[in-house]
């Protein structure tokens, strides 16, 4: 999932920078140092007995795979535990899959460790550059065999999106979601409220919201990660997607005008943003949309359709229009709509049975087997046919292919470490969201970053 969820973030020891993955890519598939593993694995602490990343071979499979899962949401476990049920029953010897549950913020906390020590055959990630970390540390293994099968499957945005900077392929992606704004259709008809188009209607409406008594814009940023989201999504609707992948690659300064334009906006938006964000988890901001006591809440379908699921609120009652459109000369063209997936460790102790599973997840049936029971996310195959999309879904694959590129999310497109400052950063801000204290906060992300992409 989602993305610090934190699905955002990693363990806490700093992040090697681009230039040093670039630089070390070649040499990166060398075995990594062992160190205790804060995740615990399935399998037991024997090595491998299968080469590293070798093809599987003719004939049947078989053996118990594990798999690694941050997909401890209730709604999102139950989806995962009938995707792997149905993997299992489609390889062509007895695999028996095990899963390995840990929750969000654990996982990524702790999955350096976890991949360094005695790691799970398969484990959930992400696409992008957090994939791309790890494959060059030399902790996964390419899975270029797996995609020669599965290759047809997908166009050339997820291949390249699961691709490692030596050039082969290290993961298997299984869906994306859209970041919106999120809204009950039923309290917008009751105030007779106008879905906003432009920054000036949002914040019409928000002051409208206000004064009508609603909280305008639910918000919770206890783990850290959901605010990285609006800063995503004000910097592609002030400067563009170009400039904010740019930023995040350390190509522009953070001290730039460009970011205090974007913070100025930020700031702005502030009184009509759920107070005391900083010590509310996402989940709980969510529960005030669902009460009607919130107006609205910008975040993931991965987070917010979801748990209207596992609360057994009215989903069909819930909505989303793209984040509205502040500079024209962007419009609504972009939005952060990550993707995720799954990878093979390089310690994994049954790599061809492992590999026969993600043949299988690799597939449109399989996607389409997987979205019966998750009513939030999108699958990524091509022609795919998903009878059961509800118009959450339905929705979120028109507005994902409107756009002119998606990005994958702060802590995905940037160096982790960057990522995690930004984090402290940003609830400085929620704190004190003063125009005059944001030059500091700017100068303070700047001199981190050097020190990071150095």
């Known amino acids: 999932m989602s993305d610090v969820n934190s699905a955002h973030g990693d363990d806490a020891r700093p992040a090697p920078s681009r230039r040093a993955l670039l630089r070390n890519a070649a040499v ?19 090595k491998p007995t299968a080469s590293d990343g070798a093809a599987p071979g003719p004939g049947t499979v078989g053996g118990a795979v594990t798999f690694g899962s941050n997909y401890s949401d209730p709604s999102a476990k139950s989806a995962f535990e009938a995707l792997t049920t149905a993997a ?10 095990k899963i390995n549950t840990v929750d969000h913020n654990t996982f990524q906390q702790n999955i350096t460790s976890y991949l360094q020590g005695t790691p799970d055959d398969l484990f959930t990630w992400f696409a992008g550059y957090r994939m791309q970390y790890f494959a060059a540390q030399g902790l996964a293994q390419p899975l270029d065999d797996v995609w020669e099968k599965i290759g047809g499957n997908f166009g050339e945005a997820a291949r390249k999106l699961s691709t490692g900077l030596d050039g082969h ?14 809204y009950n259709k039923s309290l917008f008809a009751k105030h007779q409220y106008t879905v906003p188009a432009t920054w000036d209607e949002y914040v019409a409406l928000a002051k409208r919201m206000r004064s009508d008594g609603l909280v305008p814009i639910a918000f919770g940023d206890k783990d850290g990660w ?41 700031a702005e938006l502030m009184p009509y943003v759920q107070s005391g964000a900083n010590g509310r988890i996402w989940q709980d901001a969510v529960k005030s949309l669902e009460s009607g006591g919130a107006g609205m809440m910008f975040q993931g379908s991965n987070q917010v359709a979801a748990q209207y699921v596992t609360d057994k609120a009215d989903l069909a009652d819930l909505d989303f229009f793209t984040f509205p459109s ?7 063209d972009y939005m952060d709509a990550p993707t995720d997936g799954f990878m093979l460790s390089r310690k994994a102790r049954n790599p061809a049975a492992a590999k026969a599973v993600l043949e299988y997840i690799g597939s449109g049936g ?10 939030w996310d999108v699958g990524l195959a091509k022609g795919l046919q998903v009878p059961t999309y509800n118009a959450i879904q ?18 995905r497109d940037a160096d982790p470490a960057m990522a995690t400052a930004m984090i402290s950063i940003i609830q400085k801000f929620i704190d004190d969201p003063s125009t005059g204290g944001i030059a500091a906060l700017q100068k303070s992300a700047e001199a981190q970053a050097k020190a990071i992409y150095s």
């Not at 609006?230 to 190509?251: A, Q, S």
């Open 169 to 182: 392929q290290y993961l298997v992606p299984l869906y994306n979601y859209p970041w919106v704004v999120f």
């Open 366 to 375: 399989a996607e389409a087997e997987y979205l019966k029971t998750d009513q």
């Open 28 to 46: 990166a598939v060398g075995a990594a140092a062992v160190s205790g593993g804060l995740l615990t694995a399935c399998g037991s602490d024997a």
């Open 326 to 332: 502040v500079n024209p000369q962007w419009g609504q």
């Open 226 to 266: 959901p605010a990285l989201g609006t800063f995503d999504i004000l910097n592609m609707r002030v400067n563009g997607y170009d400039y904010h992948i740019k930023l995040l690659k350390h190509e522009i300064p953070w001290t730039d005008q460009g970011v205090f334009n974007v913070f100025q906006h930020w």
């Open 394 to 411: 339905q929705k979120s694959v028109a507005e994902i292919g409107r756009c002119k590129a998606v990005a994958q999310f702060m802590d």
């Open 88 to 97: 299992a029953a489609a390889t062509t010897g007895k695999v028996e899959i």
